[in-house]
Structure formats: structure tokens, C-alpha cells
Nanobody, 127 residues
Framework: QVQLVESGGGLVQAGGSLRLSCAPS????????MGWFRQAPGKEREFVAR????????YYQDSVKGRFTISKDNAKNTVYLQMDSLKPEDTAVYFC????????????????????WGQGTQVTVSS
């Protein structure tokens, strides 16, 4: 059974930073894409960032470009989302997800492209 274990959420003031971590277990993946999504109350789940297995390709939602950085530590089999200059509008539950499918950049921006999901971690940014 595949599990994605997320950690690192919390409460931070606007302008602060948090680092989220996601480590898949229960199965060895190859050639997959790892994505981060978020969902605020009353809103649909939205794409934040994604990274390929090799780490050679990353892609971000426009609103987080220059503030968030997605990275991968293959030795630890862990993906990180470094979030800097946080804003109140970044408040949401953040989910990591794994896609074992093939598609283009825009394909991986859709929740339906992902096969496995974490339980989510709350990020709250106060003003």
C-alpha cells in the first residue's frame, strides 16, 4: 500500500517561511512526477508545483513563482516545498501527490493526473 507522509505545516506570520516534506513509502517509484497542491476552505484543489523524478524539470503556479521552491533529495526519497515570503492567501491544506502517468507540463497541473495522495498538512499564514 502506497503512503505519502507529509510534514512541516504550521502557523506563520506573513513574510515568514515554512518547508513542507513528503516521503512516499510502500512502493518504489521510477519515472514519476511529484506534485504539491493546496486547497483553501470553500475552494477547489489547485496546483502549486511539481518536479520530475530526476529533479531536472520543475514547474510552478504563477502566484508562487519566486517565493516557493520545490526540490528532491533522492538519497532520502523525499520531496520538499520551501515556501518563503508567505502571504495570507497561501493559507490552505497542502497535499503532495505522485503521478506515474505520462503527459506534458500542463497535464501535471491537474489533480486527475495523480495516482496517490498524502493526507494533507495545514499551512496558516496570519496577517
Amino acid at each position: 500500500q502506497v503512503q505519502l507522509v507529509e510534514s512541516g505545516g504550521g502557523l506563520v506570520q506573513a513574510g515568514g517561511s515554512l518547508r513542507l516534506s513528503c516521503a512516499p513509502s510502500g512502493r518504489t517509484f521510477s519515472n514519476y512526477v511529484m506534485g504539491w497542491f493546496r486547497q483553501a476552505p470553500g475552494k477547489e484543489r489547485e496546483f502549486v508545483a511539481r518536479i520530475t523524478w530526476s529533479g531536472s524539470s520543475v514547474y510552478y503556479q504563477d502566484s508562487v513563482k519566486g517565493r516557493f521552491t520545490i526540490s528532491k533529495d533522492n538519497a532520502k526519497n523525499t520531496v520538499y516545498l520551501q515556501m518563503d515570503s508567505l502571504k495570507p492567501e497561501d493559507t490552505a491544506v497542502y497535499f503532495c501527490a505522485v503521478s506515474t502517468r505520462f503527459g506534458d507540463t500542463y497535464y501535471y497541473s491537474r489533480p486527475g493526473a495523480y495516482d496517490y495522495w498524502g493526507q494533507g498538512t495545514q499551512v496558516t499564514v496570519s496577517s
